[in-house]
């Protein structure tokens, strides 16, 4: 399974969001985090970059 | 290995870009997408979505 990890990304640190994260849908307001379980999470921020082969989504807030 | 395939979405179709997608860094004029390989492309466009366990990236042209 290829799902990954959601980083809140801040200046000095990287805090995790949601493990497990199938779907990354953003919207004019924030990003909506959709895992394999079906937990939602909604973050006010965008996408900062995706590191896939490691699994990782970052995510900047705003 | 995670790698995914980016996609170019539009309204009745969805146009492969690349395939074997590591990286994918948004910045103020679009998306760099880096291949497990090296290989770059710049597109100009937002993340519409992502649906990691497919392994797609979804974008949409600006």
Do not use: W
């Not at 801040?10 to 909506?32: F, S």
């Amino acid at each position: 399974m290829c799902e990954a990890s959601a980083y809140l990304k801040q200046a000095d640190k990287e805090t995790l969001i949601m493990e497990a994260v199938d779907k990354v849908e953003p919207d004019e307001n924030g990003i909506r985090l959709v895992s394999i379980f079906g937990d939602q999470k909604f973050i006010k921020g965008r996408i900062h970059s995706l590191s896939l082969v490691d699994h990782k989504v970052f995510i900047q807030p705003e």
